[in-house]
């Protein structure tokens, strides 16, 4: 892999760190290009949540490139990157690992499981028992795993790609609200456009082949430090009082619309401002916009959202509440 044509300093300041983040998103997003043909809008809201600290759960049918990004992402920001198929037998110390009995030292000792690392894609979550589900969330949540009487610290950069079927039913276990409630975001990756999927059927037959991404040409555009920093970034982005209030205004709307039986909670609050101030320096911006907020309002609230019988008779999505919830609060000017 070819070093990382960016790496930003260690300590960037003021306009510098948001600068950095804009960088970092045109370099990262030009080498995720390289193997991945459309899905521009999942992507940067991919980048959005590893900067903004936060697990990413996407939905989509399968075979729409939804396991490629998260490899192809992970690829360009230089970070480890492990896969979990997750399946109905798929036990906690599948993920989390376990003392072993090594021979020649007449000891055991500890094997890590593939939740040790930077990048973790849960590929089919819904399809893993309550149990292993419960154990992913702590790791979510703490950053840590509780594991043979000991507390070990994940990567600081520790961030969940979950991926999941719309569609199907059989075999799944759907997801607790308080485990989707930890995820920052929830992206529906959908198909590619016709001329999309020309370019791919055309790029398969030159010989492009999606599990060597090497040959792809795809490389790191960051190294790991540039993108913690990046993160700092964040504390550099201004946020007014009306847009801070805007905010507050959409989560709290979800909690009275007649539509809607459980709104968001406080934490949708908070994962709406990080994304937005994430998403803010992405763009080269070091402030909120209220057209932020509202971009970012789908994919922070609508996995949170538990709709009344009446709307479910009715065939309503949490897409089509939250957008009426989202169009009947005023926009701070």
Do not use: W
Request: net charge negative.
């Amino acid at each position: 892999m070819n070093a990382p044509p960016f790496s930003p300093p260690l300590a960037p300041d003021g306009g510098n760190a948001v600068r950095a983040a804009n960088a970092i998103r045109e370099g990262v997003l030009h080498e995720v290009r390289k193997a991945v043909v459309g899905q521009d809008e999942p992507l940067e809201l991919m980048l959005c949540g590893l900067v903004a600290g936060g697990h990413i759960l996407l939905e989509g049918v399968p075979g729409v490139a939804k396991t490629l990004m998260a490899k192809a992402l992970s690829r360009s920001v230089g970070a480890d990157f492990k896969r979990i198929q997750f399946t109905p037998d798929l036990m906690p110390a599948d993920i989390l690992g376990t003392s072993v009995f090594d021979l020649k030292t007449q000891s055991f000792v500890l094997a890590r499981g593939p939740i040790f690392t930077d990048l973790l894609l849960a590929d089919e979550i819904n399809r893993a028992p309550a149990k292993t589900q419960s154990a992913l969330l702590e790791a979510m949540q703490e950053r840590a795993v509780s594991l043979e009487g000991r507390n070990l610290l994940l990567s600081p950069m520790f961030t969940v790609f979950a991926t999941q079927n719309p569609v199907e039913s059989e075999g799944t276990y759907p997801l607790p609200e308080a485990q989707l409630d930890r995820f920052l975001l929830k992206i529906d990756v959908g198909y590619p456009a016709p001329e999309e999927e020309d370019a791919i059927l055309d790029a398969v037959h030159r010989g492009f082949d999606s599990g060597n991404l090497a040959r792809a040409g795809v490389n790191a555009a960051v190294t790991k430090d540039g993108l913690l920093q990046a993160r700092a970034a964040l504390s550099e982005v201004n946020v007014e009082p009306p847009v801070l209030g805007y905010i507050r205004k959409l989560v709290s709307a979800t909690r009275t619309s007649p539509n809607i039986r459980l709104g968001a909670g406080p934490r949708a609050g908070v994962h709406l401002l990080l994304a937005s101030k994430a998403l803010a320096a992405l763009r080269g911006r070091d402030f909120v916009t209220p057209d932020d907020v509202r971009f970012l309002a789908g994919p922070v609230l609508r996995h949170r959202l538990l709709l009344s019988p009446d709307a479910e008779l009715d065939g309503a999505t949490p897409t089509d509440v939250l957008r009426e919830v989202v169009q009947g609060v005023e926009v701070p000017r």
